[in-house]
C-alpha cells in the first residue's frame, strides 16, 4: 500500500507514459503540492493533534486552556503534556486525586496527606514528592504552588512541601586494639656463656678464669672449650660462680 503523502501519479499512469520527461517533473510538483497540503491538514486538528504542533502554537493553547501548571521554560515535552492535561484537571478540580497527579506530572512519585493522615491542623494537607532526581530553585517552588491552588479545593490549606532527597557517601573508619599487661621489677641478672680456647703448644689445658661481675642474685654460668693441636689430653672445666653482694 502506497501512503497519499507519498504517491505519484506517475505510478497510476500506464508503463508508456512513465518515460516522459514532462510527465516525471509534472508528478513530482504534484507530489509535493499535496505534502503541503496535507501538512497543513494535519495542524487544522489542533486539539487532536498536539504533538505535532510546533512550539508557539503549544504556547497560546495553554494560554487559551489556561493551563494549570505551565511554563515558558519547560521543555516542549512537558509543554505538550501541561495542555494534554489542563481539561481534564478543569473538570476534575477539588479532587485529591487531581492533586496527586500534578504533583506526579512535575516530580514523579508523590504522596497527597491530609490533616486527619498525619495528625495536622483541620482542613489542611501536606504534599511528598518522592522522586529524588529533581533540582529545585524558589522560582520553580513558587509556580508549583500556584498550580496546587489551581487544582485544589478552596477550603484545603496547604501546610507543607515535603521533598525526600537521597545522599550517597563513603564513610571510612578504623579500630585500634591497645593490650598490656604489668610487669613485675625483678632484681636479678643471668648470663649465660660459651668460651672456645685453643692452643698450639704442648701441655696440659688448664680451665680458664675470668673476673666476674658482682650482680645481686645473679647466677654465671661459663662453658669452657679448649682444644689442642699438639695431641694432648682435653680438659673441659663447667665454673658455676654464684655471688651475692
Given at each position: 500500500?502506497?501512503?497519499?503523502?507519498?504517491?505519484?501519479?506517475?505510478?497510476?499512469?500506464?508503463?508508456?507514459?512513465?518515460?516522459?520527461?514532462?510527465?516525471?517533473?509534472?508528478?513530482?510538483?504534484?507530489?509535493?503540492?499535496?505534502?503541503m497540503l496535507m501538512e497543513?491538514?494535519?495542524?487544522c486538528s489542533v486539539y487532536a493533534r498536539i504533538d505535532l504542533l510546533p512550539e508557539v502554537v503549544v504556547d497560546l493553547?495553554?494560554?487559551?486552556l489556561r493551563a494549570q501548571y505551565y511554563d515558558v521554560s519547560l521543555?516542549?515535552?512537558?509543554k505538550r503534556e501541561a495542555v494534554k492535561r489542563a481539561l481534564p484537571?478543569?473538570?476534575?478540580?477539588?479532587?485529591?486525586?487531581?492533586?496527586?497527579?500534578?504533583?506526579?506530572f512535575r516530580?514523579?512519585?508523590?504522596?497527597?496527606?491530609?490533616?486527619?493522615?498525619?495528625?495536622?491542623?483541620?482542613?489542611?494537607?501536606?504534599?511528598?514528592?518522592?522522586?529524588?532526581?529533581?533540582?529545585?530553585?524558589?522560582g520553580e517552588v513558587e509556580s508549583f504552588i500556584r498550580a496546587v491552588k489551581a487544582v485544589k479545593n478552596t477550603r484545603s490549606l496547604l501546610e507543607a512541601l515535603v521533598f525526600h532527597r537521597k545522599m550517597s557517601s563513603t564513610v571510612h573508619s578504623g579500630v585500634v586494639s591497645l593490650s598490656w599487661m604489668r610487669q613485675a621489677v625483678v632484681d636479678f641478672y643471668v648470663e649465660e656463656s660459651v668460651e672456645e680456647l685453643v692452643s698450639h703448644?704442648?701441655?696440659?689445658?688448664?680451665?680458664?678464669?675470668?673476673?666476674?661481675?658482682?650482680?645481686?642474685?645473679?647466677?654465671?654460668?661459663?662453658d669452657v672449650v679448649q682444644d689442642v693441636m699438639s695431641g694432648m689430653v682435653l680438659a673441659v672445666d663447667r665454673i658455676e660462680v654464684i655471688t651475692e653482694g
Open positions: 500500500m502506497i501512503s497519499i503523502g507519498d504517491c505519484l501519479t506517475l505510478q497510476v499512469m500506464p508503463e508508456v507514459f512513465r518515460g516522459d520527461a514532462e510527465l516525471q517533473a509534472a508528478s513530482y510538483a504534484l507530489q509535493k503540492t499535496m505534502g497543513k491538514v494535519d495542524r493553547l495553554a494560554e487559551e521543555p516542549v515535552e512537558d484537571w478543569h473538570r476534575r478540580a477539588g479532587t485529591v486525586s487531581t492533586v496527586r497527579e500534578l504533583c506526579e516530580y514523579g512519585r508523590s504522596i497527597v496527606q491530609e490533616w486527619f493522615d498525619y495528625g495536622g491542623r483541620p482542613f489542611t494537607f501536606r504534599l511528598e514528592m518522592l522522586g529524588e532526581e529533581r533540582l529545585l530553585d524558589c703448644s704442648a701441655g696440659e689445658a688448664c680451665a680458664a678464669f675470668q673476673k666476674q661481675v658482682v650482680v645481686d642474685f645473679g647466677t654465671v654460668e661459663v
